[in-house]
C-alpha cells in the first residue's frame, strides 16, 4: 500500500505541486492501482507466450513518396508570416563571430 508521505516524494521529484486534496486523492488512485496490479501478480503466467501486442499487426504506413502540392499559395496563406514563396519563422541560430 501507498500512503501519503511517498505520494508527496513522487511528486516532488516530479516537480508537482499538489493540494492536500490532491495528495489524498493520488495516495488512493495510485493503491488502488498497486492493489490491482498484485492480483495481476497472482496469476499464473507460465504457460502464456510473451507477446509486444495483444493483436498482430503489419506495417501499415504507405510509401514515403514526393508529391507537389497543387495549392502551394494555400498552404502559404496559412501560415503566420510568409516571405515571398516561403515561410518566415524567427532566427534560432547566431553568429558568434
Given at each position: 500500500?501507498?500512503?501519503?508521505?511517498?505520494?508527496?516524494?513522487?511528486?516532488?521529484?516530479?516537480?508537482?505541486?499538489?493540494?492536500?486534496?490532491?495528495?489524498?486523492?493520488?495516495?488512493?488512485?495510485?493503491?488502488?492501482?498497486?492493489?490491482?496490479?498484485?492480483?495481476?501478480?497472482e496469476l499464473d503466467v507460465s504457460e502464456v507466450t510473451p507477446t509486444t501486442r495483444a493483436i498482430d499487426t503489419s506495417n501499415?504506413?504507405?510509401?514515403?513518396?514526393?508529391?507537389?502540392?497543387?495549392?502551394?499559395?494555400?498552404?502559404?496563406?496559412?501560415?503566420?508570416?510568409?516571405?515571398?514563396?516561403?515561410?518566415?519563422?524567427?532566427?534560432?541560430?547566431?553568429?558568434?563571430?
Amino acid at each position: 500500500m501507498i500512503d501519503r508521505e511517498q505520494v508527496k516524494k513522487v511528486a516532488l521529484l516530479a516537480r508537482l505541486e499538489l493540494t492536500a486534496e490532491e495528495e489524498q486523492q493520488f495516495t488512493n488512485q495510485l493503491g488502488s492501482i498497486l492493489d490491482y496490479v498484485e492480483q495481476l501478480n497472482e496469476l499464473d503466467v507460465s504457460e502464456v507466450t510473451p507477446t509486444t501486442r495483444a493483436i498482430d499487426t503489419s506495417n501499415v504506413t504507405r510509401k514515403d513518396e514526393l508529391q507537389p502540392y497543387p495549392e502551394r499559395q494555400a498552404i502559404l496563406n496559412g501560415a503566420p508570416e510568409q516571405e515571398g514563396e516561403f515561410f518566415k519563422v524567427p532566427k534560432i541560430l547566431q553568429n558568434n563571430e
